[in-house]
């Protein structure tokens, strides 16, 4: 089982939709989760960070979070052409002195104009 | 937000050279840089992490005597692939965590290796 599961996609929602963006995790014992946007050929960039089960929201975007799951997920609500991209989800590992961040694959949106 | 530098953005070197790759942070101390590589519509993979001022730590699979990874100071690790052969031609990024933000960490631009 990978560390981080992602539906590589491609997602393609019509632009104005929400776009639902999900991860799954094997270590029960993280306490960090990331969503990561790429376009292509560029270095990822930090959209949300989330550390609590439930929701969390900044702008169009919201996370959420089920420990007990082992689940977090990203909306994108009024979708648009620009949101077009790689979203990746990371984890922090735990492991001696060091955290390390953890990636899955990745989940290709396409939004539709 | 914080600022991670890498250079250079682009590289080609022939077979058998060696290239270096500079990571810094512009305006945060790091304790702590990861080196990650990312082949076309693949995740990044974790090569190694760096810590200021002792050894790397290499994932497993990587080899440390082909990747070698300096973090001199705590604003800059350096990479360098050596004696790159055509299989070494990837996207490599690193990864800076600020000191006072335990658990995020910000990305460089990445550099695009070709190996001719």
């Known amino acids: 089982q990978k560390e981080v599961e992602q539906n590589s996609g491609p997602l393609s929602v019509p632009e104005g939709a929400i776009a639902s963006l999900n991860c799954t995790y094997s270590?029960?014992?993280?306490?960090?989760f990331f969503w990561y946007r790429q376009y292509s050929g560029k270095s990822p960039e930090l959209i949300m960070s989330i550390y609590s089960n439930g929701d969390k929201e900044d702008g169009r975007f919201t996370a959420q979070l089920n420990k007990a799951s082992q689940y977090v997920s990203l909306l994108i609500r009024d979708s648009q052409p620009s949101d077009s991209a790689t979203y990746l989800c990371?984890?922090?590992?735990?492991?001696?002195?060091?955290?390390?961040?953890?990636f899955g694959t990745g989940t290709l949106l396409a939004v539709q104009p | 937000g914080a600022v991670v530098s890498q250079h250079p953005s682009r590289v080609i070197c022939k077979s058998g050279t060696s290239v270096k790759i500079e990571c810094r942070s512009l305006d945060f101390q790091a304790t702590t840089m990861f080196w990650y590589r990312q082949f076309p519509k693949k995740s990044l993979m974790l090569m190694a992490t760096s810590n200021e001022g002792s050894k790397a730590t290499y994932e497993q699979g990587v080899e440390k005597d082909k990747f070698l990874i300096n973090h001199a100071s705590l604003t800059l690790s350096t990479l360098t692939v050596t004696s790159a052969h055509p299989e070494d031609s990837s996207f490599y990024i690193c990864s800076a965590r600020d000191k006072g933000l335990s658990t995020e960490a910000f990305f460089g631009q990445g550099t695009r290796l070709t190996v001719v």
């Open positions: 990371a984890v922090n590992r735990y492991g001696g002195a060091t955290n390390k961040l953890i």
């Open positions: 270590d029960r014992g993280s306490q960090s």
